[in-house]
């Protein structure tokens, strides 16, 4: 599990996403502004209308993290169904 906490560019909208820790890689680029929650497995309905509403923070992509041989993390967009 990667515990540092650094930002990376989405991988869809380049926009700022701060990663603090990695479990089973997979992430959505939203954070309910309500709550501050990220729900990493949240569906693409979900993203999209959150996005729509202006209810959230980020673009909504699907992305998963991959550790590279150097240590970095590579951002990779990927399906909703993960």
């Known amino acids: 599990m ?3 906490v650094k930002i990376y560019p989405c991988p869809k909208c380049q ?3 701060e990663i603090e820790s990695v479990n089973c ?3 959505r680029h ?3 502004l ?3 929650a990220q729900d990493p497995h949240a569906s693409q309905e979900k993203c999209e209308k959150g996005v729509a509403n ?3 923070l980020g673009c909504g992509a699907a992305f998963k993290v991959v550790p590279k ?3 970095e993390l590579e951002l990779v967009l990927c399906g909703y169904d993960t």
Do not use: H, L, N, P
Request: charged residues 20%; hydrophobic residues 35%; without cysteine.
């Open 2 to 4: 990667t515990t540092s």
């Open 15 to 17: 926009g700022g996403i």
């Open 25 to 27: 890689g997979i992430f």
């Open 30 to 32: 939203i954070e309910e």
């Open 34 to 36: 309500s709550t501050k």
């Open 54 to 56: 202006g209810a959230v």
């Open 69 to 71: 041989a150097d240590g």
